[in-house]
């Protein structure tokens, strides 16, 4: 009973650290990569916010496909074709399931993807200011985040 060794602050695995993107935020892409929700959020990203709604890559590329698509009217059809190409890309982010466990294998997620996105830089308009865009960045990359999305009034 005395010959229990205890495990060290030092030993431990702590999910807080510096390097690397935010294990939280991280979990939140994951989350939202599994389930295909949506999610209102802003990010600090090299002193610019970032605001749109967190979405799953599966869901980005394809909206990046039918962007792509609206500004490529007129071109070639196989132009055009090449189009669904892109809507391809997002398969990787719909679940996997192992055989024979039948758990679900996903690699933590290192990019994160937000619609209806606009930045916002100290004292000035956002950006685009017409309409939010697709956008898709680096977790690593991200200073901080909060749960909601800016207002452009």
Do not use: C
């Amino acid at each position: 009973m005395g010959n229990e060794e205890k495990p060290s602050p030092e030993s431990k695995e702590s999910k807080e650290t510096t390097k690397g993107p935010d294990w939280f935020l991280q979990l939140l892409v994951q989350i939202t990569n599994g389930i295909e929700a949506h999610l209102p959020l802003t990010l600090n990203v090299g002193g610019l916010l970032i605001s749109g709604e967190l979405v799953s890559g599966h869901v980005y590329f394809n909206g990046f496909a039918d962007e792509l698509k609206n500004a490529m009217k007129g071109v070639s059809e196989s132009a055009a074709g090449a189009v669904d190409d892109f809507r391809k890309l997002g398969e990787i982010y719909k679940l996997e399931l192992s055989e024979p466990e039948k758990e679900i294998k996903r690699p933590s997620p290192l990019f994160i993807h937000l619609r209806n996105t606009r930045m916002f830089h100290p004292g000035g308009q956002p950006i685009p200011s017409n309409r939010g865009v697709w956008w898709r960045g680096r977790l690593e990359s991200v200073d901080g985040f909060i749960l909601g999305s800016l207002s452009v009034d």
